[in-house]
Every structure is written in structure tokens, then in C-alpha cells.
């Protein structure tokens, strides 16, 4: 069996919250959830489908800044009578 590698830039880290996002060209926030980060990006779950290529901002609570991203990928996943996405984005660099 060959062994995983990880090809990560970053370290990731667990970690549960809940998060606003939008799209840069709208005005409406939807509800996520983070459920890891690294320095480079994050993954979250929503119930609704986000392109690979979207630029979006995110939020969270206790946190002053906005996070600009561009989505890496977006899976759609199965969970009892419901479906739900996994996101994957990378940060932007602050400039």
C-alpha cells in the first residue's frame, strides 16, 4: 500500500466556528461552518454549492477582519435526507 504524503504549504489546524461568506460582487452572507484552517486556507461546509474560481470574503465572529479567498474546490456531500458542500479556499495575500 503506498504511503500518504502530505503536500500541504501549511500546518493544518482543527478548529470549529461558525462563518459568514459572499460573494465580492454580492451583498447577501451565508451561514458556514469552518472545521480547519492553515495559514493558507480553510475549509468549510455550506449548504449551498460555491464555484471553483469564486472570489469571496469571510467572516467571523470575534474577528476584526474580513478574509478575502478564492475557491479552490467544492464537493457536495451526503448526510441522512440532506446534502451539504465541502469548501476548500486559499486566503489572499495581504498587500
Known sequence: MAEYVEKRAYERYDYEAPIEYKHYDKNDYYAAKTYNYSMGGMYFESDYDIQPGA?????MNNYSADTSAKVTWCK?????????????VKYYENK
Do not use: C, T, W
Open 55 to 59: 472570489d469571496i470574503y469571510i467572516k
Open 76 to 88: 457536495e456531500y451526503s448526510a441522512s435526507d440532506s446534502s451539504y458542500y465541502g469548501v476548500g
